[in-house]
C-alpha cells in the first residue's frame, strides 16, 4: 500500500513539473485575409477576401514574455487598374515568413496576449487563367505585423485562441512592364485568426 502511494506521489509530482517546465507551444490557425483598396500614382488596388492558414511556434523565455515564429498562406485574385482604365487581374499566392515578440496574462482559463513583428511577404502571381498577364512576377518584400488576442485553456496541453493579425506591407505591383502598377503605397491587411495550439 505504502509503495502504490509513493509512486502515485511521484507519477503526480512529476506530472506537475512537466506542467511548469510547458515553455514551447505550436498552433494551427484558420486564417481570414482581408486586403484593403490601395490608391496611389493612378493605380488602385483591389483584393478579394480569401481564407488561409497560420502556423507558429512559441518559446517562453518567461512566464509572460514569449519569441514566435511564423508561416501563413493565402491565395485570392488582386485587381489593377490604373487611370487608363486598364485593369490587370492576378491569382495571388501571398506567404508570410516572420518573427515577433508575444506578451501574455494569465486570468484563470484566460490568456489575453499582445505582439509585434517583422518579416518577408512573398506575393506570387500564379500561372493559371486567373491571372491575365504572364509579365506579372513575384514579389517580396520586407514588412511587419502587430495583433492582439486571447487564448483559452481546455487542458493543460492544450488551448483555443482567438485574435487579431495586421500586417504592414508595401502593395505588390507584381513587377508589371515599366513599373506602370508600382502605387509607392503601403497597406495593412487584416487577418482575424482561430485556432488550437499545443504546449510542451
Known sequence: MK????MCALLAGALTAHAQESRQDISLSGVGNIPPQVNG?????????????????RYMLTPRSALEANYSFSQYQTYLRNTSFNTYQVHTRQQEISVGYVYSRNYRNYNPFAEVGIGTYIFSAIRDFDTQSLDAKRQTTL????????AYEISPSYDIRLGYRGMVVKTPGFKLPSDAYNTGRYEVISMPTLGI???F
Open 3 to 6: 509503495k502504490t502511494m509513493w
Open 41 to 57: 500614382r493612378g493605380i488602385q488596388v483591389n483584393a478579394d477576401p480569401a481564407l488561409g492558414a497560420l502556423a507558429s511556434y
Open 143 to 150: 514588412g511587419g505585423f502587430f495583433g492582439a488576442g486571447v
Open 197 to 199: 495550439a499545443y504546449h
